[in-house]
């Protein structure tokens, strides 16, 4: 009788279909697996008094299962015709086929399932499937009437073969549209088409060559390169998963360009490069401009429109009159197909297609028509009677055209069946008054039109049955304190039995406060409290007796853990008790487990588990983490949870407070309610434990059943001080509360709810706010509300009455009740003001007077368009508009703007494909004038003003053309700086994106720069035709700095900058030491002092004991005098001066030919002075030659004897003059053309016969060297001595 878990749903849901008259006679046997509340009862055969009742009951049949109405099989397979019923006592079938008896046993093939209606046609002994082609119709009968399947057409599927044919080759000229077509056979099912080549590759599609959702394809231009593959159709037969493929279509394509350049693939200028001529688009697929389609209700709707053009049009859909459904629509096959899913009545209308571009567009109209096969309004339910009631089987449907209803009894037409004095057929009802016995039967209702029928099967069953209990007797049910609960009573009668509940034997019936009862007859209790224990008892009356049962209530007091486990600080090896002290109800078993990080503990020798701590001996870092205490019941639980953390060091914190973690603080527990008043109450609780943190406020928290049950809303705060206070409540609420503590690290978890508390009710003392009206069609006013919550009701059924009247018309007031936060009021003028009021109201009265609202109701779109649209153009990317308003009475609403559409309609220059798409520009709607910018130059513009409200745009204005005058180009595109060697930098740039008139040239400057040098900038104008440019470097040091722009006759447009890359070897040049001496021989002499010198950089040949040096120097004029024993060169040295690296006016001396000519010369003059060396030596000559490498050279030795010579003292004084570095440091002048070798650090030189006796001269001592370590030999002649 009474809830437990599992609870007898299936109870109740049998005595729901008694109450709403309808059902097949079953007692179902599946059950919920939730409880709606903690409960225990003992188990119980309930199962088996469903049963007897199930056997008892008699039943009409009822179809369970059936084909569908198309039935295709697959000719492979044995044919199934699916036929199931169900009835006491169990229905007999039998068939027609073609509106005949069909005799089963008259053909072997054909058999029918044991037990059911399923026909089974075998094909394995042989035979022709397509003989049992037609249409079946199944009968399921017993002596109470007979039940009719749908008519079930079987067709079996078809695959035919493609005719063979031989196709010619497909000639087209190219830039032609093309369509090649299928014409697949005709299969059942229809099959799936797609296009491969013959070597079954698949066809690549995209918005120029796709395949129509008829399978045929289409190029909307052909180009060269659609010759490289043949075309064939394939379909594929799904039931014989069979494909078919048709001879393949090859492609000739005619040409004024014969060569297929894949650069141009996809490239704006590709069809003028190939010359073909580009042309408007016009429609492949429909023909023609407009054409019809019709869809049936809830099916898809497919549009299609395939162009073609030349450049390949791109296709956008419209629904004139409104939006395209956003939620339903969906774009394929590259926007040339658009499909509706899910079609309703609305989406009916005329759609258009707009194929465009670039030399116009062109659009096709397709009127879409929405029919409906009938589709269920009222499907007729099963009905069961008692004798002598009255009852009524309705049969309702909609569809275009509007179908047809035909009423059958047990599978005969009515008007044929024998009458019947308490029947009463009305249209699509037919009515039972005072039902006997022999009404039983099953009727059929058959609703058609022209695209479709429905058939329904409801049976009239009477029963007279008094009442009975289907539970067990006298069940105990035990639930914990303060939670909900519900009691069920499930039982059967007919006619339809009443049920009432009590308590304890009283006579009063248990309905209202805290108790509610369902219609299916369970008793809720909302909140369980210690008075609500005792003993309930059901009782169900009919006319033919009563029945009842108890169940017994026990409520339990709920468990909680009062002594929780702390968070714990503590050393390695120590050991550490955790406590959980339990209360719980004394007659319930109490378990408590333990978890560690939220999974199970296992409890190993180290621990000891009692009934109120856990203790851990020998605490290590493993038994660190968060540790829960589990108390439960077999009704309830209750967690605790605490954090355990091990020190690895011996040494003991000396504050432990401090060296403790803090936490969120403990939830509050123990609520209590006292000072129970009309408008307020005391609630008191005990704090929970603070965590080392101390508690610095509490949040009272409420929650009422009424409005929202089960969501907490806060209702005040208190400091951390108090534990008490006064709360101060609103009329007509069940409050429930619940505290929530807080410090410094966070909040608490909730405490656990108090008992309930309902004030008294009021009537409301305010009304609902943010009150609205507005049109959400032209022809209505939707008023709406905010409502108000459960404190604001103040009562029970709050209620709005809302009124309204049209403002300034002194009219009667309009009103009606609502209960929701909306109302809606038809049939009103285009957007008129009105006057509105929205006043609560409960069951204890209405709230105060309501303010009055302005509201609107709906727009309908602007009637009349801006005029007198004047355009001045103000500059070559911006226009001024100015225009005149239109009358108020033409906007039909709030004028939101005035907005201006504009299009780039074509550039003046020649062969320029511009984009047509529609831009637009908004104005306030107080203003007569405006400017539109970010326009393109030199190009002609159309413009068109619209005026827009709520609703939308209304008409467009007149169409005004303006051309923009040019303006500066845009930054010419992929300006590239590349060096192909150390002299030379080349510069490639292309045309810019936007021209914005006609290019008159390029402007190039740049400046070299080494550092933070700079030379002199260099200007270079170029033609419009030139985009290359090359600069000669002067030196390998110095990089340069490009600033590139375009000209037109406007002037010079954004300008690019790039510079040029580093060289590889490129070093930065350091100052020589200030002390260095400079040899006599291979000096430099300067012919011009004052002349900026310019540098470069030479890598210093690889000398075996010499590492490779890279050093800066200095380009000049050079004097050389050569004798016949030795070479000797004078320098004269410039005053020190800071230059720039280059000048405008004087050029690199290294590329002067006189200077390379005389370098050459020298550089012979020395490769000779080395041949003849060679040839002396080779002869054995007499050479003065030291005794010793190391043997410092003595005063005695006369260098005018033996050729050999030490540097003299002057030779060691520093340099009188210096050259300046290009990083503005001094560097002494080094000696380019000193014949001092890089070999063992000996002095190599000639004597007078000219032989080489570099390798016997000894150095000087270290003493005179001293200061000279860096300075070696860095001319070309040396590095040509150090070779030799």
Known sequence: MARQPPLPWAHAAFLLLLLQLGGAIEIPMDRPSEPLHPSSSPPHSQGRSEASIQNELTQPPTITKQSVKDHIVDPRDNILIECEAKGNPAPSFHWTRNSRFFNIAKDPRVSMRRRSGTLVIDFRSGGRPEEYEGEYQCFARNKFGTALSNKIRLQ?????????????????QEGAPLTLQCNPPPGLPSPVIFWMSSSMEPIAQDKRVS??????????????????????????????????????????????????????????????????????????????????????????????????????????????????????????????ALRITNVSEEDSGEYFCLASNKMGSIRHTISVRVKAAPYWLDEPKNLILAPGEDGRLVCRASGNPKPTVQWMVNGEPLQSAPPNPNREVAGDTIIFRDTQVSSRAVYQCNTSNEHGYLLANAFVSVLDVPPRMLSPRNQLIRVILYNRTRLDCPFFGSPIPTLRWF???????????????????????????????GIYTCVATNILGKAENQVRLEVKDPTRIFRMPEDQVVQRGTTVQLECRVKHDPSLRLTVSWLKDDEPLYVGNRMKKEDDSLTIFGVAERDQGSYTCVASTELDQDLAKAHLTVLADQTAPTNRLAALPKGRPDRPRDLELTDLAERSVRLTWIPGDDNNSPITGYVVQFE??????????????????????????????NYQFRVIAINEVGSSHPSLPSERYRTSGAPPESNPSDVKGEGTRKNNMEITWTPMNATSAFGPNLRYIVKWRRRETRETWNNVTVWGSRHVVGQTPVYVPYEIRVQAENDFGKGPEPDTVIGYSGEDYPRAAPTDVKVRVMNSTAIGLQWNRVYSDTVQGQLREYRAYYWRESSLLKNLWVSQKRQQASFPSDRTRGVVGRLFPYSNYKLEMVVVNGRGNGPHSETKEFTTPEGVPSAPRRFRVRQPSLETVNLEWDHPEHPNGILTGYTLKYVAFNGT????????????????????????????????????????????????????????????????????????????????????????????????????????????????????TTTTESPPATTRTYTNNQADIATQGWFIGLMCAIALLVLILLIVCFIKRSRGGKYPVREKKDVPLGPEDPK??????????EDNKPLQGSQTSLDGTIKQQESDDSLVDYGEGGEGQFNEDGSFIGQYTVKKDKEETEGNESSEATSPVNAIYSLA
């Not at 078809?158 to 031989?166: G, R, V």
């Not at 593959?229 to 001879?247: E, G, L, P, V």
């Not at 290359?1028 to 722009?1045: A, E, H, M």
């Not at 030479?1098 to 004097?1119: D, H, N, S």
């Open 1013 to 1128: 040098k700079l030379g002199k900038q260099m200007v270079e104008n170029f033609s419009p035709n030139q985009t290359k440019f090359s600069v000669q470097r002067s030196d390998p040091v110095s990089r340069f700095r490009f600033t590139l722009s375009a000209r037109t006759q406007v002037g010079s447009g954004e300008a690019v900058t790039e510079e040029s890359p580093a060289p590889p070897n490129e070093a930065t040049p350091t100052a020589a030491p200030p002390t260095l001496p400079l040899t006599t021989e291979g000096a430099v002499s300067s012919t011009d002092a004052t002349a900026p010198a310019t540098t470069e950089a030479t890598t210093v040949p690889t000398i075996p004991t010499a590492a490779p040096t890279t050093i800066a120097t200095t380009t000049v004029a050079t004097t050389t005098t050569t004798t016949a024993a030795a070479t000797t």
């Open 211 to 336: 395949q129509g959702h008829h399978g045929d394809l289409y190029f909307s231009n052909v180009l060269l390169q659609d010759m490289q593959t043949d075309y064939s159709c394939n379909a594929r037969f799904h039931f014989t998963h069979t494909i078919q493929q048709k001879n393949p279509f090859t492609l000739k394509v005619l040409t004024n360009h014969p060569y297929n350049d894949s650069s141009l693939r996809n490239h704006p200028d590709m069809y003028s490069a190939r010359g073909v001529a580009e042309r408007t688009p016009s429609f492949m697929y429909p023909q023609g401009t407009s054409s019809s389609q019709m869809v049936l209700r809830g099916m898809d709707l497919l549009l299609e429109c395939i162009a073609s053009g030349v450049p390949t049009p791109d296709i956008a859909w419209y629904k004139k009159g409104g939006d395209l459904p956003s939620d339903k629509a969906k774009f394929e096959n590259f926007n040339k």
């Open 503 to 533: 308590k304890n034997g009283q006579g009063s019936n248990l309905d209202g406060g805290n108790y509610h009862v369902y219609e299916n007859g369970s008793l809720e209790i909302k909140m369980i409290r210690k008075e609500d224990q």
């Open 1200 to 1209: 005018e004897e033996d050729g050999s010579f030490d540097y003299s003292d």
């Open 704 to 733: 009422e059943d009424q409005f929202q049950p089960g969501v907490w809303h806060d209702h005040s705060k208190f400091p951390g001080s108090v534990n008490s206070a006064v709360l101060q409540l609103s009329p007509y609420v």
């Open 156 to 172: 079996v599927s078809k695959s035919p073969l493609w005719p063979k044919e031989n196709l010619d080759p497909v000639v087209v």
